[in-house]
């Protein structure tokens, strides 16, 4: 009787090593498989994070920065902001069937620069009047002829007068680098010209794209953080350091 227990329990010993044998050896040949679609997938991970990930976070961070200063560098020339531009869609798409939420929330995104450059455009416009460009242009006439050498506009800015103005006035600059060719004229004329954001008409267009600013800072906000989790997320599971990311999308001297 003893003898036959004891062989029941060798038997299921057996049958149980077996069946730890083969649990064994199907996670190892899922870990190995993994492991092997790692390799093969990383050059593309790599790509993503060199072309996009990185470039489109720093993108995000100093667009973000310039949003919550209100620091737009507006071209009046352009009509556009030279500090906040659309994402280039067409090279997300290279990606959008591994990553689809970025090329969503970057469609997004630039929906609502859009919004703002177009809430801008009419800020400028009801800057912009016929009687403004000419008054720019005589106070930095009279500005260069009551002042020392040392202080004037420089001749070869003067033409730039309307589009700086326009500039300073939409971002509200109480104050000028001391290397900007119009310190000494924004010093004296600065408060004059700022004044004319409180005509009601530009006041109103002001209050609108502050609106339209309001939404878009928590757009870009969680657009960032979960680009960043990404990166960091694909850096570590596919051992991806940052000097090698610098060294392969290091720019072209």
Known sequence: MEIIVIGTWIMAFGTWAMAAALIYQTIMTRKQLEITVKEKERPIIVEFLGRIALPLGTKLDEELDA??????????????????????????????????????????????????????????????????????????????????????????????????IIRYVINNEKELPGTSPYYHFWKKYGTHFLKIRERDEIAIELNVMYKVLDMVIPEVQIFNKKLLELTEKLMREYHITAEELRELFKPEE
């Not at 990553?99 to 995104?109: E, G, K, T």
């Not at 912009?128 to 202080?151: A, D, W, Y």
Request: glycine share 4%; net charge positive; charged share 25%.
């Open 67 to 164: 949003i919550k200063k209100k620091e737009f560098d507006w071209d009046h020339g352009q009509m556009e902001s030279r500090r906040i531009t659309m994402i280039d869609l067409p090279l997300i798409q290279l990606y959008t069937y591994k990553f689809p939420w970025i090329h969503v929330m970057a469609v997004y995104y630039n929906s609502t620069v859009s919004m703002l450059m177009n809430s801008l455009k009419k800020v400028d416009e009801s800057i912009h009047t016929p009687n403004f460009g000419e008054e720019c242009r005589k106070l930095v006439g009279k500005f260069n002829i009551e002042s020392p050498e040392n202080s004037r506009v420089p001749q070869n800015e003067i033409p730039s007068a309307l589009r700086r």
